[in-house]
C-alpha cells in the first residue's frame, strides 16, 4: 500500500516544527530537548551560591570580586528523548478502507519524522494480535528512518489487536525518558486503560491518536445490508450481521459512538495524556499544524 502523502514536499512542510515534551526528561545527554536541570551546554541559565562538594571550575570569579561570595554559572541541560510509536495494524485500521490504513501511516511517518529531526531515539512498534513487532531496530537519523519508511509502507492490515498486551510486553519501554504514541481506531474489546496506566507508571508521555472514517462517525447506511468485520476470521464469523438499519439503529450508533468517545477522553484527562480523535476526511497538515499543536505535542 503505496502511502501519496510520503513525499519530499509532505516532510519538507514539518522542517518548522519540533516536538514538546511537557514533564522533565530523563533520556541521554546530546539531544535537543531542554529540561529543567543544568547541565553542560554552553548556553547560560542562572547563578546559585557555591556549596561544599561543586565543582569550583565553575566558579564565577568575576561576582567574588564585587561581593566576596563564591557563585557558581549554572547552564541549561538539553536530552535526547525516546520516541515510541505504536502502530495498530488490525483489520478495522485498514483491511476493508485503504484511505484510513494509509492515513494512519502517515500519521506515524509524520511524528517519526519530528523525532528523528529533533536528534531523537525513534522505534516503530507495529501491533498486531497479541505483540508488538520492532522490525526497524532503533532508528536515528533521517537515513536510517527514510529507509523504515519504503518498508512500513507495505505492511498489510489484518486480523485484531490487543493493545494492552502489545503495549505492556513491550520489552523496550524507557522510564520517563520520552514520549509514547499509540495509533489506532481503539475500536477493539481489548483493555486499551490498563496499557494507557502501564505507560503512565512508566512515566512515560503518552499520546492517543484515534483514526477513524467518515461512515464510521456519521454511518449513511440505509435497508437492508451485510455487515463483514474486517477482523473476523470468515463470512460465518458470528461477527458478522445481516440486518436492516433504519434511523433509530443510527440515532443509537451515533450515541454509543458519542459516550465511547467521551469515555476515551474522560480516562485520558484524569490521567494526563493527550488524546485527539481525527476523521481521515481531515488534510493530515491540519490534524499535525492545528490538532497536535493545540494539545502540546508539537511547536
Not at 537515513?143 to 505492511?155: D, L
Not at 461512515?215 to 474486517?230: C, F, K, N, T, W
Request: glycine share 8%; hydrophobic share 40%; aromatic share 12%.
Amino acid at each position: 500500500m503505496k502511502i501519496t502523502q510520503l513525499n519530499d514536499a509532505f516532510f519538507s512542510r514539518l522542517e518548522t516544527l519540533s516536538l514538546n515534551l511537557k514533564s522533565n526528561l530523563a533520556g541521554y545527554f546530546g539531544g535537543k530537548h531542554l529540561v529543567k536541570t543544568y547541565g553542560q551546554t554552553v548556553e547560560f541559565a542562572d547563578f546559585r551560591e557555591y556549596q561544599l562538594g561543586d565543582d569550583i571550575r565553575r566558579i564565577d570569579w568575576n561576582l567574588f570580586s564585587r561581593f566576596e561570595k563564591y557563585f557558581l554559572r549554572l547552564f541549561t541541560d538539553e536530552r535526547q528523548m525516546q520516541v515510541q510509536i505504536f502502530l495498530d495494524l488490525s483489520g478495522s485500521m485498514g483491511k476493508a478502507d485503504e484511505k484510513k490504513g494509509g492515513y494512519a501511516v502517515a500519521a506515524a511517518a509524520a511524528l517519526g519524522f519530528l523525532a528523528v529531526q529533533d536528534m531523537d531515539k525513534l522505534t516503530f512498534q507495529l501491533m498486531r494480535g497479541s505483540v508488538s513487532e520492532n522490525p526497524f531496530g532503533t532508528i536515528v537519523g533521517k537515513n536510517a528512518f527514510f529507509r523504515a519508511m519504503s518498508s512500513i509502507q507495505e505492511m498489510e492490515f489484518d486480523e485484531d489487536t490487543d493493545i494492552e498486551s502489545c503495549v505492556v510486553n513491550c520489552r523496550e519501554t524507557g522510564d520517563g525518558n520520552g514520549l509514547t504514541v499509540i495509533i489506532s481506531d481503539f475500536f477493539t474489546e481489548s483493555n486499551w486503560k490498563k496499557a494507557v496506566d502501564y505507560l503512565c507508571y512508566k512515566k512515560r508521555q503518552v499520546l492517543l491518536l484515534q483514526v477513524l472514517s467518515p461512515e464510521e462517525l456519521d454511518p449513511s447506511y440505509d435497508g437492508r445490508v451485510h455487515l463483514i468485520d474486517a477482523e473476523a476470521a470468515d463470512l460465518n464469523d458470528p461477527k458478522n450481521m445481516r440486518m436492516r438499519i433504519n434511523t433509530a439503529m443510527l440515532n443509537a450508533y451515533q450515541e454509543a459512538l458519542q459516550d465511547y468517545l467521551a469515555e476515551l477522553k474522560d480516562y485520558t484527562a484524569k490521567r494526563g495524556v493527550g488524546f485527539i480523535t481525527v476523521s481521515t476526511a481531515t488534510p493530515i497538515e491540519r490534524v499535525l499544524f492545528g490538532e497536535l499543536m493545540k494539545a502540546g505535542i508539537m511547536s
